[in-house]
């Protein structure tokens, strides 16, 4: 799917860069539908799927798999940007606090894994069983808004505005919580799991890891306008213990300006 198209690179820069110490390889996406418990499963079982990378916070997970607790996308799916009604931009753009943020109705996917963190800081969620469905609920008013990545909006923007022109982006707040990306290694394969950590501590010794990420997610991250947003950071105490909260270096910062792009 293209929307892993920077995971799938990330994977195959990391076992290129250590080939010398851990020596060859062979990478083969698993292309089949499966849902998302389903994925778990057989990456829990270790048989069919090795790897995978998942939001943190699933019980099971961590349970069974190995956690490599590096945030791949440096948090950037806690930073939230809303799918509105267009009509409704100048409301939100009055909101100046989160307690009146928290007077308007919020959407997510019924299973999806940061519903908790929502009703945790106290906001009024409603879910829809159907992904699809989220966007006709949100026109028709069922909810007021649905926040998504800084890296999902504009795809699912794109996507749906045609079919439901009433759509539009939400221009002045920022959600912010932590809410990181780990690879997910299956438990028979631990010599995979210490390839991926040591590629990935090497690239951010480096620099590379920040090179790679703002070389993709820069297009992204510019049209968010990120610097004229409001913010309004959420507590998420969901997140495992090894989770590297004391490392800010690891996270995207909405207020540091862009690293300048690179000449290719």
């Known amino acids: 799917a293209v929307r892993y198209t920077y995971q799938y690179r990330l994977i195959a820069e990391l076992m290129a860069r250590t080939e010398a110490r851990f020596g060859p390889?062979?990478?083969?996406?698993?292309?089949?539908?499966?849902?998302?418990?389903?994925?778990?499963n057989e990456a829990i079982r270790g048989e069919r799927i090795n790897l995978m990378w998942s939001d943190a916070g699933h019980p099971n997970l961590d349970s069974q798999m190995?956690?490599?607790?590096?945030?791949?996308?440096?948090g950037l799916l806690g930073y939230r940007i809303f799918l509105i009604r267009k009509e409704d931009q100048p409301r939100f753009a009055a909101i100046r606090s989160l307690e009146e943020l928290k007077q308007l109705r919020l959407g997510q996917g019924a299973n999806w894994g940061d519903i908790k963190i929502y009703r945790h800081n106290g906001f009024?969620?409603?879910?829809?069983?159907?992904?699809?469905?989220?966007?006709?609920m949100l026109v028709s008013?069922?909810?007021?808004?649905?926040?998504?990545?800084?890296n999902e909006a504009p795809l699912e923007y794109a996507a749906q505005h045609e079919r439901h022109p009433e759509l539009a982006i939400e221009q002045t707040l920022l959600l912010v919580y932590r809410y990181p990306v780990f690879f997910y290694v299956s438990r028979n394969n631990p010599a995979l799991?210490?390839?991926?950590?040591?590629?990935?501590?090497?690239m951010q010794a480096d620099g590379s890891f920040d090179r790679f990420f703002f070389d993709y997610y820069r297009p992204v991250l510019e049209q968010a306008k990120l610097p004229g947003r409001r913010i309004f950071y959420l507590d998420n105490p969901f997140l495992p213990a090894d989770t590297p909260l004391e490392h800010p270096e690891l996270w995207l910062d909405p207020l540091k300006p862009l690293p300048p792009a690179r000449q290719h």
Request: aromatic share 14%.
């Open 193 to 202: 799991a210490q390839r991926l950590s040591a590629g990935l501590e090497q």
């Open 141 to 150: 008013g069922r909810f007021d808004y649905f926040p998504r990545g800084l």
């Open 124 to 136: 009024d969620v409603t879910t829809g069983k159907d992904y699809q469905h989220l966007f006709h």
């Open 25 to 40: 390889y062979q990478l083969q996406p698993y292309t089949g539908k499966m849902t998302s418990r389903r994925l778990n």
């Open 66 to 74: 190995i956690r490599i607790p590096f945030p791949l996308l440096k």
